[in-house]
């Protein structure tokens, strides 16, 4: 297959395919990316951190949902100048997709991994020194050099080492050859809330970790801890660089939809009525008769389920739209469909498109809103969707 770009494609961690950048309805079910919606956010991020911050796209888990390949490139054409991931096959189907720009890999890798890093030349978080060990031996080999960042946990207590081991580590693995160490990071636990209190106590211990490294003579080149929320709310925490992740996609980094917000959400999810029919008054509907019905209902039945990645938890309390009106779902969400309630809309016919997530008419229903159904954030909606939802993309100007 050829992607649109002209590009051969390969086999990848996430085989969701690269289709055509066209809004027409060509499935059953898909979802929409608008590129250009992926480029104004990028642009707005840009403008609000400034020219002089290095801006990491992260575009982990499929770029959120949403394409990894696909938001790689247009965030690094509309103002990204480096890539995050969590996980090496990540930077590699990146780099397989012909993206050159900096990739850093955020997670753990196993030792049979390092030579994945040398080879496809992709920036390493490194906290053992048996990692650091090993792939500088692999870059000594190849006469490359292998560039790591340090991650220091400041309170979020998952990778990472603590703040008192940082300049001793250091100082062990400073002494290897073919190492560039490059960058030195943390990560906020709760940047996306109101309170900032425990945000900035995160930043001083970093701040001190920063002055401890630099006394001890380790010159770090690029400090990071900012994600979204932090780069949007708190400018003093932008330091060399920001990790953008949510954001990029317009999606609210603390899940609550602000209607004055310049972001602007790119994924539309999308599908048809499949059938339409009226059932009698007593009739149950779908699995575990959980829904039935008190008087004659129309019904229409959407061809969208947890087997796409829309949650089963949307049972009896998510809604969709049609012809700019919603639709409440009635009974469970099986693997392959659900049914909905289309009383009070007029003119409904089968293979009328449904919207999931976006917008319709003058009415829309946003990932936050999503989530809150199947009570999870709107990080989980999007990645959610699974390799079956075909991604058709709309290109940027």
Request: glycine residues 8%; negative net charge.
């Amino acid at each position: 297959m050829i992607d649109d770009w002209g590009l051969d494609a390969v086999e990848r961690p996430f085989p969701i395919p690269v289709l055509c950048m066209s809004k027409s309805d060509k499935f059953t079910t898909f979802a929409e990316i608008d590129l250009g919606t992926i480029a104004h956010n990028v642009r707005l991020l840009r403008e609000q951190v400034g020219l002089d911050v290095e801006m990491f796209a992260v575009v982990k888990a499929n770029g959120y949902g949403h394409g990894a390949l696909a938001a790689a490139r247009t965030a690094l054409a509309h103002g990204a100048s480096r890539l995050a991931v969590a996980r090496v096959a990540e930077g590699v189907e990146l780099r397989e997709g012909g993206i050159d720009a900096p990739i850093l890999v955020m997670g753990y890798h196993i030792p049979a991994e390092s030579g994945l890093f040398v080879d496809y030349e992709l920036t390493t978080t490194v906290n053992t020194a048996v990692c650091a060990q090993t792939l500088s031996a692999i870059a000594k080999q190849q006469n490359k050099t292998a560039t790591i960042h340090v991650k220091v946990d400041t309170g979020m207590g998952r990778y990472g080492l603590l703040p008192d081991e940082i300049a001793p580590f250091l100082d062990e693995i400073s002494q290897l050859p073919n190492l560039d160490i490059e960058g030195l990071y943390t990560h906020f636990a709760v940047a996306d809330e109101a309170d900032k209190t425990y945000s900035r106590q995160q930043f001083a211990i970093f701040q001190d970790v920063l002055a401890r490294v630099e006394a001890a003579g380790h010159h770090i080149r690029l400090r990071h801890a900012a994600n979204s929320a932090a780069a949007l709310e708190l400018p003093e925490m932008r330091l060399d660089g920001v990790r953008a992740g949510i954001a990029l996609y317009g999606l609210e980094p603390n899940n609550v939809f602000n209607p004055e917000s310049l972001l602007r959400p790119a994924l539309t999810l999308k599908s048809h009525v499949a059938r339409l029919r009226t059932l009698p008054a007593g009739s149950s509907i779908s699995y575990g008769r959980t829904y039935t019905t008190t008087r004659p209902t129309p019904v229409a039945l959407i061809p969208v389920g947890y087997g796409d990645g829309y949650h089963r938890l949307h049972s009896n309390r998510g809604c969709v739209l049609i012809r700019g009106q919603r639709a409440p779902i009635v009974g469970r969400v099986c693997m392959d469909q659900f049914v909905v309630d289309v009383t009070g809309i007029a003119g409904v016919q089968q293979d009328d498109e449904v919207i999931l997530i976006g917008t319709q008419g003058d009415e829309s229903i946003r990932a936050e809103e999503v989530s809150r159904w199947a009570e999870t954030i709107n990080y989980e909606v999007t990645t959610s969707l699974l390799p079956r939802v075909p991604r058709v993309y709309i290109a940027a100007d």
